[in-house]
């Protein structure tokens, strides 16, 4: 039997303000694991039959922990990514591997010519936005409304679909631009429409049947 299956955590701990998971093991060992890190190595077989790097993940937090028996839990992230079942073994060896793992997620995104967006402060300020979604992507996101944090870059409604499609990764798809309208403060926008810290932002489909995923 492998040592490592007689590992128990000591210690979880979440902070949503820094996305970090802190998670202390029975043999001293502590890891402090980013909500990036843990979403795009997620051991979902949905996540794994991907067949390339989970993207848009740079500011992705963990809205709950869900235990799942004496033997892992179930980490349910913000953008309704929730079938990842992390084993205690699992965990211990994303802490244990963790330089080698994010160097190989960064060498596998300059692969495909991804550029990773840093959150670090750049000097400007990032503008704190309202989403509200409507008709299917309710469901298809799981989700009526968020709070979110965009770049400093991101300056108008067409910029701000194309943070959100990669935010969303697999299910990105669904705001495309020929596929949704969007309302800033409750008025009809434009591409080109500027942002504003602390906007509301509404997006509807144009359709009420949702496009199929892509192939």
Not at 37 to 43: F, T
Not at 107 to 114: H, S
Not at 120 to 144: H, N, R, W
Request: glycine residues 6%.
């Amino acid at each position: 039997m492998n040592d490592k299956e007689h590992l128990i955590p000591t210690e979880i701990n979440l902070h949503r303000k820094s996305r970090l998971l802190t998670v202390a093991f029975s043999d001293g060992r502590r890891f402090e694991l980013p909500c990036e890190y843990l979403r795009v190595n997620s051991p979902a077989a949905d996540v794994k039959a991907l067949g390339h790097p989970v993207t848009g993940k740079e500011t992705v937090n963990i809205e709950s922990i869900e235990p799942q028996g004496h033997y892992a839990l179930r980490l349910v992230f913000d953008d309704g990514h929730d079938t990842g079942i992390y084993a205690w073994e699992t965990l211990y060896n994303l802490g244990v591997n963790q330089e080698s793992n994010w160097n190989r997620y960064l060498d596998q995104l300059k692969a495909i010519g991804y550029e990773r967006e840093s959150i670090q402060a750049t000097g400007d300020k990032p503008l704190e936005l309202k989403i509200l979604y409507f008709s299917y992507l309710v469901q298809k996101l799981f989700k009526e409304s968020e709070q979110v944090r965009v770049p400093p870059k991101v300056a108008d409604i067409k910029g701000l679909l194309e943070w959100l499609r990669r935010k969303w990764s697999e299910r990105g798809y669904l705001l495309a631009d020929d596929r949704v309208r969007v309302t800033v403060n409750r008025q009809f926008a434009e591409p080109f429409t500027r942002l504003e810290d602390g906007d509301e932002i509404g997006i509807a489909p144009n359709s009420p049947n949702p496009p199929p995923p892509p192939k």
